[in-house]
């Protein structure tokens, strides 16, 4: 029952047992094939170790040889939405956060986002979970401020997006929308992640609850630019969560 309770409706004990069940989690991490082929049973032949197997046994091809690509960790970011709106919901994402890190902490990054972007993966490799949060928490400045997604996406894509961190990867977007700035810079920003990422995941809380629908500008602006857009307001919707985030 608890798995499917909404985080924001549940009492202080319900709570510190849902943190216990968080360390649990061990989301799946999406896969992409490596360039570099290494020696296997099965795929195509490789003619040069066939070639030097052959010269061992006295120029007779005896057996083929085959190569083929494995496939590696693809980088996964998550930029999680730490303004007053989402303070219900901040804890359980960051949560979530830390144990995307310590499943693959090598291809994992976390921001925060509000009014400022903070870069908060180095916490988040603390083994603890409390202490990863808490570690998190004095490193935040903006934490239960406002919301400017635009001016924050942009400052990312600036810093990080350009340098690698974004190309490629599967970034998700834990956030209600609720934008204080320009729809059309958020619209615009979203618009060049796309261009950027393998794929855009959007976790929206209030998805989970009856007859919500986005009609707020910033989730007006962001959604033609979401590959998928889940909710991320019980444990259930994170188990859900990341089985997206490992098929996109």
């Not at 061990?26 to 082929?37: F, G, L, Q, T």
């Not at 091809?61 to 496939?71: D, E, F, G, I, Q």
């Not at 950027?196 to 989730?219: C, D, F, I, Q, S």
């Not at 990341?242 to 996109?248: C, D, K, L, Q």
């Amino acid at each position: 029952m608890l798995r499917q309770r909404d985080v924001a409706d549940l009492t202080p004990a319900e709570r510190e047992h849902l943190r216990r069940l968080f360390a649990l989690v061990r989301p799946a991490s999406p896969m992409r094939p490596a360039r570099r082929r290494r020696p296997s049973a099965h795929g195509s032949v490789h003619p040069a170790r066939t070639v030097r197997r052959a010269l061992r046994d006295g120029g007779e091809v005896t057996r083929l040889l085959h190569r083929r690509a494995r496939p590696r960790p693809r980088r996964v970011v998550l930029l999680v939405d730490v303004s007053g709106s989402m303070s219900p919901y901040a804890d359980a994402l960051l949560r979530f956060a830390h144990a995307a890190v310590r499943a693959r902490p090598a291809s994992t990054e976390v921001f925060t986002i509000g009014t400022r972007l903070t870069r908060v993966t180095r916490e988040m490799r603390l083994r603890d979970p409390d202490r990863a949060l808490a570690a998190s928490g004095t490193a935040i400045p903006d934490w239960s401020g406002g919301t400017r997604l635009g001016e924050v996406l942009k400052a990312f894509l600036d810093r990080w997006g350009q340098r690698g961190t974004a190309r490629g990867a599967v970034v998700v977007v834990c956030s209600d929308g609720w934008e204080r700035g320009s729809p059309d810079l958020l619209r615009e920003q979203m618009a060049r992640l796309r261009r950027l990422a393998h794929a855009v995941v959007w976790v929206n809380p209030h998805k989970g609850r009856a007859g919500y629908e986005p009609l707020t500008g910033g989730m007006q602006a962001a959604l033609p630019s979401v590959d998928a857009f889940v909710s991320g307001h019980s444990l259930a919707a994170f188990e859900e969560l990341s089985g997206v985030i490992s098929r996109v």
